[in-house]
C-alpha cells in the first residue's frame, strides 16, 4: 500500500484511463475523488473503489475551486491531482470550427491550469504534493485532423515544464504522462481489436490499456518519486521513439 492515508483527486475519473487511475491509486491505499461532469458514471466508479464523486466543469475556475474547497473540507488534505481530463475532436483543419477550438483549449489546456490553481494552495500548506497531467502523444508530434487537440496537449506539456519550476520548492512535483492509442471510450470505434493498426505500428504490438497510463500515474505519485519533476513519460508502447510519422492511425 505505497498510497496509505493520501487523498488523490482524478479529474475526468468516470471513464477510462481516469477511472483506472482511481483504481490504482485506490488499490494502493489512497482515498480517491472522482473529479468528473457526469455524475451518475462518476458516483458508480466513486462507489466501486469506495471513493468520493465530486462534480467539476474544469473549464470553470468557480466550479474548479469549489471541486478543492470541498475536497479539503472533507479529508483535510490534497495530496494528488491527476489533470485527466480530456475531450477530442477529429476533423479537417477546415472544419474546425471557433467552439471546437473554445472546447480544446478549456478542456485540455485551460482546465488542468484551473483545477491546479485551485488544488496548489493546499499542497503548499502541506509542503508537498504531486500533479499529474494527462498529455498525449499529440504534445510530441503532429496528428492528422486534430489541429486544436494538438495544440491544445502541446501546450499542456509547456505548462507542465513551467508550473514545476513554480512549484518545485514549494514540494509539489508537476509531470506528464503521454499516452500513445488507449483502449478507451475515446478511442471505441478502433480498439475492439488490440493488434488492429495501432497495435501492428507499435514495437509491443498491441493498443496501450488504461491501466498500463495507471500505472505510470501510480509511480509518479510515490513520495519516491520526489526528484522527478517537470518530466514527461510516454506511455505508447514505444510509437513516438521509433515510428513518429504524419498520416498514421491513433491519438
Ligand atoms: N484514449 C486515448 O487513446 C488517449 C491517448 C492519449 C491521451 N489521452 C488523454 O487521456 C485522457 C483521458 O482519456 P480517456 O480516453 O480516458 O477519455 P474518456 O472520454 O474515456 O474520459 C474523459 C472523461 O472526462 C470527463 N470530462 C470531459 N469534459 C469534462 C469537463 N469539462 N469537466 C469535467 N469532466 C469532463 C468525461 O465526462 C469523461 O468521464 C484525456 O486527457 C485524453 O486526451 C487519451
Known sequence: MRLEGKVAVVTGGASGIGRAMGVAFAAEGARVVVADRDEAKGSSVAEEIRGLFVHVDVTSSKSSDAMAEQVFGKFGRIDILANNVGVRVVKPFLEHTDADWDVMISTNLTGPFLCS???????????????????????????????????????LLGMTRAM???LGRMGITVNALAPGSINSPMNAEHAADEEHDWGK?????????????????VFLALDESSYITGAEIKVDGGWVSTKARAGELGD
Open 117 to 155: 490553481r485551485a488544488v496548489v494552495p493546499f499542497m503548499q500548506r502541506a509542503g508537498s504534493g504531486r500533479i499529474i497531467n494527462t498529455a498525449s502523444i499529440a504534445s510530441f508530434v503532429g496528428r492528422p485532423d486534430r489541429v486544436a487537440y494538438v495544440a491544445a496537449k502541446a501546450g
Open 164 to 166: 514545476a519550476i513554480d
Open 201 to 217: 505500428e507499435t514495437p509491443v504490438g498491441r493498443w496501450g490499456r488504461a491501466e498500463d497510463v495507471a500505472n505510470a500515474a
